[in-house]
């Protein structure tokens, strides 16, 4: 079955800028999708068709789009941004499939 | 409101059935795909499968193939997750999630309800 490799863990300092990538043979053909997700919380939306941003998302998150590799982007990282984050896809079956998922630590 | 708004926690014994559900409100319920999302303790995210409530046209990720059945009842905005036998191994939450506006993409979940938590235990 398809699959996204995500980095299992990022740690950046409060501030600075994370980067986490999500890498997957179909992504040059299909567009990629970011959620955040917080202990005992639902995910949320962050990225849309690879760079777009919904309403209500913060500026310092970003996506942009190389190859068979996307990243989510976090600028001037917050404490608050300390969260698990996923990439998402179309995967064969006209469904979807999830990253692997990345934990970001705030130090 | 624009909301999804998941049944109750269950607790199951293995062989059991069980169906769950999810009602939207606040928005066109009818006119954008309603996906189940499991997350097992501890672990990761993983799309089980998506409904389109309109015309319940259904889709399948390979691994829930079979093992689950998704569907909609467009007349009261509220899709449904079932299981025919239970499993120790379904014990996770389940989301529900779909989108409020249209992104121009059908991958963009912008609505999640809060989860329904199933343990599945003798």
């Known amino acids: 079955s398809y699959e996204l490799t995500q980095p299992p863990s990022v740690s950046v300092s409060p501030g600075q800028t994370a980067k986490i990538t999500c890498s997957g043979d179909?992504?040059?053909?299909?567009?990629a999708y970011w959620y955040q997700q917080k202990p005992d919380q639902a995910p949320i939306l962050l990225i849309y068709k690879d760079t777009e941003r919904p309403s209500g998302i913060p500026e310092r998150f970003s996506g942009s789009s190389s190859g068979t590799t996307v990243t989510l982007t976090i600028s001037g990282v917050q404490a608050e941004d300390e969260a698990d984050y996923y990439c998402?896809?179309?995967?064969?079956?006209?469904?979807?499939?999830f990253g692997t998922g990345t934990k970001v630590t705030v130090l | 409101e624009v909301q999804l708004v998941q049944s109750g926690a269950e607790v199951k014994k293995p062989g059991e059935s069980l169906r769950i559900s999810c009602k939207g409100s606040g928005y066109s319920f009818t006119s954008y795909w309603v996906g189940w999302v499991r997350q097992m303790p501890g672990k990761g995210l993983e799309w089980m499968g998506i409904?389109?409530?309109?015309?319940?046209?259904?889709r399948y990720s390979p691994s829930f193939q079979g093992q689950v059945t998704i569907s909609a009842d467009r007349s009261i905005s509220t899709a449904y997750l079932q299981w025919s036998s239970l499993k120790a191994s379904d014990t996770a939450m389940y989301y529900c999630a779909s989108q409020k506006i249209d992104y121009g993409a059908r991958g963009a979940f912008d609505i999640w309800g809060q989860g329904t938590m199933v343990t599945v235990s003798s």
């Open positions: 409904i389109y409530p309109g015309d319940s046209d259904t």
């Open positions: 998402q896809s179309v995967d064969s079956s006209d469904t979807y499939v």
């Open positions: 179909a992504l040059p053909k299909q567009y």
